[in-house]
C-alpha cells in the first residue's frame, strides 16, 4: 500500500466525508431520522390493521381473500432520508456564503458610512 501525502489525505478525507445538510442540528438528526422510520412504519401498520374486522370472527375464503387483497392493493410507503452532502461541497458553500455576507456589509458602509459596521 502506498503512503499518501497529507494533501492527498486531505483531498480524500473531503471527496469521502459527508454532511447532513438537511438544515438540523447532527445531535437532532441521530435522533429524528430513527423517528421518522419509526412513525412511517407503524403508519403502515395501522392502514393495514385498519382493514381488518375489529371483531374475530370466522371467515369464508373469498371473504379472507378479500380482505388479504385489499391490504395487499396498497404498497407501503417509505421515509427516504435527505442524502448527505460532500464535505468539500459543504465548505465551499459556507466560504462562498460567507464572501457574500462580507461584501454586502462592505457595500452597506460604503453606502451609509455612519452606519456601525459589525
Known amino acids: 500500500m502506498k503512503e499518501r501525502t497529507p494533501q492527498e489525505k486531505k483531498s480524500l ?4 466525508d459527508r454532511r447532513n445538510v438537511y ?3 447532527p445531535h437532532g438528526a441521530r435522533k429524528s431520522i430513527p423517528l421518522r ?10 392502514d393495514q390493521e385498519s382493514k381488518l374486522p375489529s371483531e374475530p370472527t370466522q371467515l ?3 371473504a379472507a ?10 404498497a407501503p410507503q ?3 432520508k435527505y442524502p448527505d452532502a460532500p464535505l468539500g461541497d459543504v465548505i465551499a458553500k459556507k466560504q462562498s456564503r460567507k464572501a457574500t455576507l462580507k461584501s454586502i456589509r ?3 458602509v460604503i453606502a451609509n458610512p455612519r452606519a456601525d459596521p459589525l
Open 13 to 16: 478525507s473531503l471527496a469521502k
Open 23 to 25: 438544515g438540523e442540528a
Open 37 to 46: 422510520k419509526k412513525l412511517r412504519n407503524r403508519a403502515n401498520r395501522h
Open 60 to 62: 369464508d375464503a373469498d
Open 65 to 74: 381473500d378479500e380482505i388479504e387483497s385489499s391490504m395487499r392493493d396498497k
Open 78 to 80: 417509505r421515509w427516504d
Open 106 to 108: 462592505i457595500r452597506t
